[in-house]
């Protein structure tokens, strides 16, 4: 049988590659959704590139092909739109990918993360299909700082109005799986790293000031601390651990996916800056964060059962990450 396959924020980042991932299986319609209009040559977000800012460019390994995949533009804060979306293409299963990331406006946040879940699950309900919730590891907040590792069944208490809304949204795919009408598991996604990534997140911003030094637009790197420790997955794990927890995760609601390795976010600062061939650059500290998470240690357990296991080590994800921007560079 031939699965229908929902993928709400496609062409974002963890989205692009989620949906190559689902078009490589080639047992599955994949349907993506997003607001902004089709388009096969770039992400969402914006990154700086050649002097200027524009949308990040798709790697050529992204470019969706194929007829088992099609795109349709709708904005899922309407719940009218996303109930007709479900009704006309009545997915098996739903990876909900689509929201708001940390510092946006609370009121994006609440609508993009919130509202936008409430209007699949209504829209789903009492068809019975899978929605996989695109969560964030940051809901845990500075719970396991002590060295215990964060488990799904353990507390969680956000510390920002990001995480808070991830984690409402966390409830509401769990209230309605309770309540039978969606078969609901969310995935509680820690730091990504990967050829594409917003400079919101840390190796991306590295990678960016790096290749302008390189270049000679400028005269260092100005970056906050570098001494927190994080949990980070290359993008092309967390797709195939979406994948995993949508297909045959059935026994719980809640995973954590990451690798279970804990890296202080220097060392990803060294690895990017071996990678671009860059001695000893000038850095300049800037503050951090007013509130920040100093060090996450993730329990894995529950994704690997399902036989999921991360292929892509740290040094090689920040390779692809520098050498991304690197290639841009010379197309510039
Ligand atoms: N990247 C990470 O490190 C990370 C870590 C933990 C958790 N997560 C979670 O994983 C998910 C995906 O993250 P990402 O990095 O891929 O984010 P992203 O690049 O910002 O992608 C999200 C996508 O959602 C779409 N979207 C937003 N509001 C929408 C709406 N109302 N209707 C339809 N589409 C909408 C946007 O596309 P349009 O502009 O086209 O609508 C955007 O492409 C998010 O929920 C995020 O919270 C990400």
């Excluded at 406006?105 to 309900?125: E, G, K, Y």
């Excluded at 302008?212 to 651990?241: K, M, Q």
Aim: hydrophobic letters at 40%; glycine letters at 12%; charged letters at 20%.
């Amino acid at each position: 049988m031939t699965r229908t396959i929902l993928v709400t924020g496609a062409q974002g980042f963890i989205g692009r590659y989620l949906v190559r991932a689902l078009c490589d299986r080639g047992d599955c319609r994949v349907i993506g959704v997003g607001r902004s209009p089709g388009n096969t040559t770039r992400f969402t977000h914006n990154i700086h590139s050649g002097g200027g800012e524009r949308a990040a460019p798709l790697p050529d390994a992204l470019v969706p092909d194929g007829p088992n995949y099609a795109y349709v533009a709708t904005d899922l804060s309407d719940a009218a739109a996303a109930a007709r979306l479900i009704a006309e293409t009545a997915p098996h299963i739903v990876f909900h990918l689509a929201g708001s990331l940390r510092d946006e406006p609370f009121d994006r946040l609440v609508t993009n993360n919130i509202a936008v879940t409430r209007h699949l699950c209504d829209a789903l309900a009492a068809q019975g299909a899978v929605l996989v919730l695109g969560s964030s590891g940051s809901i845990y907040g500075e719970l396991g700082g002590g060295g215990v590792p964060l488990v799904e069944t353990g507390a969680t208490e956000p510390i920002d109005l990001y995480s808070a809304t991830k984690r409402t949204s966390e409830d509401i795919v769990r209230i309605a799986t309770r309540a039978g009408g969606i078969d609901g598991r969310v995935a509680r996604i820690f730091n990504v790293v990967g050829p594409g990534q917003e400079e919101r997140h840390i190796a991306g911003r590295i990678a960016s000031q790096l290749t302008e030094l390189g270049v000679g637009r400028r005269n260092g790197v100005a970056l906050g601390p570098l001494t927190a420790w994080r949990d980070f997955i290359d993008v092309r794990d967390v797709a195939s651990a979406l994948v995993a927890i949508g297909f045959a995760g059935a026994s719980d609601i809640f995973y954590n996916v990451a690798s279970g390795c804990e890296t202080q976010i220097a060392t990803i600062y060294d690895l990017l800056v071996a990678a671009a061939g860059i001695a000893d650059p000038a850095l300049t500290q800037l503050p951090g964060r007013g509130v920040d998470i100093a060090r996450q240690v993730v329990d894995v357990s529950r994704v690997r059962a399902l036989g999921w296991q991360p292929r892509v080590d740290l040094p090689q994800s920040v390779d692809d990450v520098m050498r991304y921007y690197l290639e841009l560079e010379t197309k510039a």
